[in-house]
């Protein structure tokens, strides 16, 4: 006996004409199609212009409009960009303060819970002085770029409140546990090779991703540099970034603390561009392999002298826009014409490879143009060699401090818009090499692990 | 969704559904009007301080959000002239021409002196009495206050959100994908096209605030193009810069309207000026009250 469920002649009949009636389904269904972009085609030549929907006047050329027939709507895709909405700013009473982290020149910082998520974020309360501009410049940029860089290395900010004070302007940021200066005042011994090549890639990256989008940050120094708990690496605190401005439009001197300033602006140059960045990450990087900040001028001078002592003299060769800049000229520099000036003072990192050095010495250009974009910086064979980077995962954590009370060491601000430009007069910097024999006597011996 | 940086945080319904202002009883045409001239207003002023138009637009456009929607300004609060100053003072501030607040309460206060809310090249040009535009410190101090304390209404307002992106630059990059550069009349097609633009940035409409850049550049290209009787490619071209039928057409309409509105508004408001401050938006209420007011009774008289 045939099986109950074989096909039978009536299946068969069945199943084709199914198959036949979607075939002319489909044909049907292109034929209409093409009618209507034929219509489509018509309209376009005779229609004065798409259709309308809503009108504001009675114009007489608005009545020369032709209904627009039914077509099909078209099934290509179109992309839409969003960017969301805008709404008022909430109140600073949404957040209940957990204690306060830093006062700095800027504001205060303190660490808070969202009450209705419980998230735990950092409020930044910005300082008001409303005397001459209206609302600051400077924490309208630092909001305008933050609010426009989304980058894991780059502190994100979540919005913006408002208090009881109509003056009153707050920041939400993503809360990061430790910063780079305090980190390190706290720690023992300095960062491990690997370590100090994972956080310098890091804080490569956020500047690169910054000077690939125009903005300079103007204030790269450790305590401005976070850290969280995973390792990961984020920049904060952007009161003197700012957008590259058109060509020639005289920038502001005052920009960058005084020990990860440049010497080209230490000279008083108007005309600087992303480079400033670059000697403030090489100092960064220094101080990351010392533990300790390795240019702590105590003035502009004692800093330009401090400079000059690390890295050299500069010379017509090695900057020749050097003596068209604005101090330049009260410069009294050593010139000894059988002496070689000595260039880059390796003595001072024994422990850094060949290649580091390489490295921090092209950071700590004194020429601006000889320095490395960050880019080169990123594809330089310092990162390739032994010891590799420290996966980020497998960062030590530490004890946190955000909050806690403790001693600090006095370090100088950032300096503020609208001080007085203390300049560099004339000064005798013959003798800064006089120490320099003995430190290249060398440093001694000593184990140090990876 | 992380926002694009090339797309402008858009209007959402309930943002245009009704306003502060109507809540506060102000008729949808009155505001409509004050509307037109606040960005009329803010343009003169960005002319008169010799700002560059992407400037001027980005003012105009913070100054029509700011009105949007029930949590935004009001019209018996903040009056359309202060806050189309604090609107370009704030703009001019982030870009690289920041002009102080002396140059704007200036300016501001020599248009406030022009006997029209329709502004035109020539009248700008007249040079009236000095007498009548001087501020004096005092009359200064208290408008720099004014200034600032509406400059951070505004940045509240918007949370922040001063991101403007306008579609000037799209739409010579449109015009150039277009390939129409090569011919004769390129120039008055572009020239005709910005000028779309700028039109529609005085819009009572906001057009700004409910279409992205690509679509307005889209839309002004197409008017130009209708104008100055360039031949656009015969296929469905806006949709490659993201714009469909729908769209280009209310915004061709929208465009187009705003000429027949104007002149109409110019008659509505012949021989007086579009209140801009919060005095004169009272004053217009009372005006239009009384006029009902005597209507109703003359509808009682007759009736009677």
Same mark, same amino acid.
């Given at each position: 006996?045939?099986? !109950? ?22 044909? =049907? ?20 212009? %798409?259709?309308? *929907? ?6 007489? +050329? ?9 077509? %099909? ?40 819970? +969202?009450?209705?998520?419980?998230? #735990?974020?950092?409020?930044?309360? #910005? ?13 309208? !940029?630092?909001? @305008? ?17 408002? &208090? ?17 200066? $305090? ?17 310098? *890639? ?73 480079? #400033? ?75 850094? $490879? ?97 | ?20 202002? @109507?809540?506060?009883?102000? %008729? ?53 002239? @202060? ?43 007249? !040079? ?30 918007? &949370? ?23 011919? %004769? ?21 906001? =057009? ?19 104008? #100055? ?14 714009? +469909? ?41 009372? *005006? ?17």
């Amino acid at each position: 006996m045939a099986s !109950r469920w074989a096909n039978d002649e009536a299946d068969k009949v069945e199943e084709l004409r199914r198959k036949k009636d979607k075939e002319e389904k489909k044909r =049907l269904k292109l034929q209409k199609q093409q009618e209507a972009e034929a219509a489509a085609l018509a309209t376009q030549e005779t229609e004065s212009r %798409p259709a309308k *929907r809503r009108r504001l006047s009675t114009g007489e +050329d608005d009545d020369q409009e032709v209904p627009k027939p039914n077509e %099909p709507e078209a099934d290509r895709k179109l992309i839409r960009f969003e960017a969301g909405t805008w709404s008022p700013c909430r109140h600073v009473s949404h957040f209940e303060t957990l204690n306060q982290i830093e006062e700095g020149s800027y504001g205060w910082v303190s660490r808070a819970r +969202d009450t209705t998520t419980n998230q #735990v974020v950092a409020l930044k309360k #910005v300082k008001m002085d409303y005397a001459q501009d209206g609302f600051p410049i400077t924490a309208l !940029r630092e909001i @305008q770029i933050l609010q426009r860089s989304h980058h894991p290395n780059i502190v994100s900010l979540q919005e913006i409140l408002s &208090g009881d004070d109509p003056q009153e302007c707050v920041l939400v940021m993503e809360f990061l546990e430790h910063d780079l200066k $305090t980190l390190q005042e706290d720690m023992s011994e300095p960062f491990m090779a690997s370590e100090v090549k994972t956080l310098l *890639r890091q804080l490569v990256q956020g500047v690169q991703y910054l000077h690939t989008n125009s903005i300079m940050h103007r204030d790269l120094k450790t305590s401005n540099i976070l850290l969280n708990n995973r390792g990961q690496l984020k920049l904060a605190d952007f009161g003197m970034a700012r957008y590259t401005p058109p060509p020639n439009a005289p920038l502001t001197q005052l920009v960058v603390t005084l020990w990860y300033r440049s010497p080209e602006l230490l000279l008083g140059t108007r005309d600087y561009s992303t480079e #400033v960045d670059m000697w403030s990450v090489g100092c960064i990087f220094g101080e990351l392999i010392l533990k300790e900040p390795i240019l702590s001028g105590k003035n502009e001078v004692d800093q330009l002298s401090l400079i000059f002592s690390l890295c050299g003299l500069p010379s017509e060769k090695t900057w020749p826009a050097f003596y068209r800049l604005p101090n330049a000229r009260s410069l009294k520099l050593p010139r000894d014409p059988q002496h070689k000036t000595p260039g880059f003072n390796r003595a001072r990192f024994p422990f850094l $490879t060949a290649s580091g050095i390489d490295l921090l010495s092209a950071l700590l250009s004194l020429n601006p143009e000889n320095r490395p974009s960050a880019t080169d910086v990123l594809s330089h064979p310092y990162f390739g060699e032994q010891p590799k980077p420290k996966p980020a995962q497998m960062f030590p954590t530490f004890p946190s401090k955000a909050g806690q009370e403790r001693r600090r060491k006095r370090s100088p601000n950032a300096p503020k818009r609208g001080d007085e430009v203390q300049g560099v007069k004339n000064v005798d910097f013959s003798s800064i090499f006089a120490a320099r024999e003995e430190g290249e006597k060398g440093a001694g011996f000593m184990l140090k692990m990876a | 969704m992380r926002p694009s940086p090339l797309a402008n945080p858009l209007a959402t319904v309930a943002h245009l559904e009704t306003s502060a202002s @109507q809540l506060d009883s102000i %008729p949808p045409d009155l505001e409509d009007s004050i509307r037109f001239a606040g960005a009329s207003l803010t343009q003169a002023a960005g002319v008169l301080l010799r700002l560059p138009q992407e400037v001027i637009a980005q003012g105009i456009v913070l100054f029509q959000r700011f009105y949007l929607g029930p949590p935004g300004g009001s019209l018996t609060e903040y009056g359309a002239e @202060q806050v189309s100053a604090a609107s370009l003072y704030l703009t001019a501030k982030l870009s690289a021409y920041p002009k102080s607040a002396r140059s704007v309460v200036n300016v501001y206060a020599y248009l406030s002196n022009l006997p029209t809310s329709f502004y035109d090249a020539e009248s700008l040009q007249k !040079r009236g009495l000095e007498k009548e535009y001087f501020v004096s410190e005092g009359t200064y101090e208290r408008r720099r206050s004014t200034l600032f304390t509406t400059e951070q209404v505004i940045l509240r307002t918007l &949370g922040f959100n001063t991101h403007v992106q306008l579609p000037y630059t799209l739409c010579i990059t449109y015009l150039q994908a277009l390939d129409t550069f090569s011919h %004769p009349r390129a120039p008055e097609l572009a020239k005709r096209a910005i000028a779309y633009l700028n039109t529609a940035l005085l819009s009572p409409q906001c =057009l700004y605030l409910t279409h992205q850049p690509s679509a307005l550049a889209t839309a002004a290209i197409y008017l130009a193009a209708r104008e #100055v009787g360039i031949k656009m490619p015969e296929c469905e071209w806006w949709e490659v810069f993201d714009t +469909d039928r729908e769209m280009l057409g209310f915004l061709c309409v929208g465009m187009l309207s705003l000429e027949g509105w104007v002149s109409e508004e110019k008659g509505r408001w012949a021989g007086r000026s579009v209140p801009v401050s919060v005095e004169g938006v009272a004053e217009e209420m009372r *005006r239009r009250k009384e006029e009902t007011g005597l209507d109703d009774d003359m509808q009682r008289a007759v009736n009677g």
